[in-house]
């Protein structure tokens, strides 16, 4: 390389460096005519590797025009258009790749990266295994099989090729396999063995989603103790992972910690006023300690955020039930009903409110309609078959009596109640 042309391969270097793409784009040109191929693949490499795909495109046009049966720059092109979204052009490129090359392993490599993000994932699969015919103890090409055998929720066969490479490497394209090992026996609910190599991963290095890991592994494995040490040490890493808080107020709520499990999910709400979750679990544990206002705020605050949100929904009525406030019962289910929300699990409670309220006609609707769905369950018929006698509906209550005298034929009063009943008619 001449003088001036190492000036001018520097200067390009140095401006790809910083940042400056507009002496990238001046230069760019000029120095394709005049570079070495050697010298414009190097610059294609450095544009690649700082993500300016499209001037890296150029340059690779350019050498494919020089040396255009160099398979290594239709495999770069193909990566390159795939970058940028253009997955046609890039499935040309790698078709252009003679079977005979030494780098067809890689085109086949890029072919599968291409059809798994198409979704293709047979296609995908097969290009793996025809590269491994050609380098089956290639650890690149094990990896991309291991991760695709994962991403298609195969996760038995993943973990064995992972266990296979880490045996021999602790990592793959600066990706920890120990990691990925923690991953994908997490994924097939293997947590034991994922809580293994989440320690591991975290010998190696300390990140969130890593701790985050290792707490969830720890917590299905009911190894709480280590599951709140490394959600707190998480939590304290990085105030703003909001998954962490529900999970350790989870934990101390299991070690019977009401108070820490509590001020976890406060302070989870403070970071993430948004999470439905974390008000809905809010109310359940401030119910859990007697703290009936903050209960029924942090429900109602759940509601607010998803008017749809089923549970928050059953358990806000049925802490209003246990509280007896039946106008709030009546007023909720307006507000549900106005939002065109109508769920009839909810029916017994409402059906409940309206006869404590003396709206007997609204009652019957209601204790009508839930009827449906509450045919079997005990503790709904007796209450809705004295109804049905106070209502002066006998020969309803009759059938009712009869449905549950079949659950609980042990029940003298059941037996009774038939009995009187059928000797009315």
Known sequence: MGDMMNEQYEQLTEAIAQGDLATVDAMLSQFMIDAL????????????????????????????????????????RANVAMELGDEDNALDFLMQVNEEAEEYPQALLALADYYQMQGLFEAAMQRLEQALVVLPHEPLLQFAKAELLAETGRFLE???????????????????????????????????????????????????DTLFGAGYAAFQSEQ??????????????????????????????????????????????????YDKALYLYAGKLALKQGLIADAEQHLREAIALDPEYMEAIMTLMAFLAEQQQYEAIIELNDTLHAQDFKWTALYPFI???????????????????????????????????????????????????????????????????????????
């Open 37 to 76: 191929p050697e010298d414009q693949y190097a610059i294609a490499e450095q544009l690649m590797h700082y993500g300016y795909l499209t001037q890296a495109d150029d340059v690779l046009q350019n050498l494919l025009f020089l040396l255009p049966d160099e398979p290594q720059l239709l495999i770069d």
């Open 158 to 208: 993943a973990s064995r090729l992972y266990e296979e490479l880490y045996t021999q490497q602790t990592h793959m394209g600066g990706l920890s396999l120990a990691e990925r090992l923690a991953d994908v026996y997490r994924a097939g609910a293997a947590y034991e063995e994922a809580l293994r190599y989440y320690k591991l991963a975290l010998d190696e290095e300390i990140k969130p």
């Open 224 to 273: 709480y103790a280590y599951a709140i040490k490394t959600l707190e040490e998480l939590k304290e890493l990085d105030p703003d992972y909001f998954s962490a808080y529900l999970l350790l107020a989870q934990c101390y709520e299991i070690e019977e910690r009401l108070a820490d499990a509590y001020t976890t999910i406060r302070q989870g709400l403070q970071r993430d006023e």
């Open 351 to 425: 059906a409940k409110a309206y006869v404590e309220e003396e709206n007997y006609t609204k009652a019957a609707q209601y204790y009508d309609e839930a009827y449906v769905d509450f045919s079997e369950d005990a503790a709904f018929l007796a209450e809705y078959v004295y109804f049905l006698l106070e209502e002066g509906r006998r020969q309803d209550a009759l059938a009712v009596a009869q449905k549950l005298h079949e659950l609980q034929d042990y029940v003298d009063e059941w037996t009774e109640l038939v009995s009187t009943l059928q000797e009315e008619e």
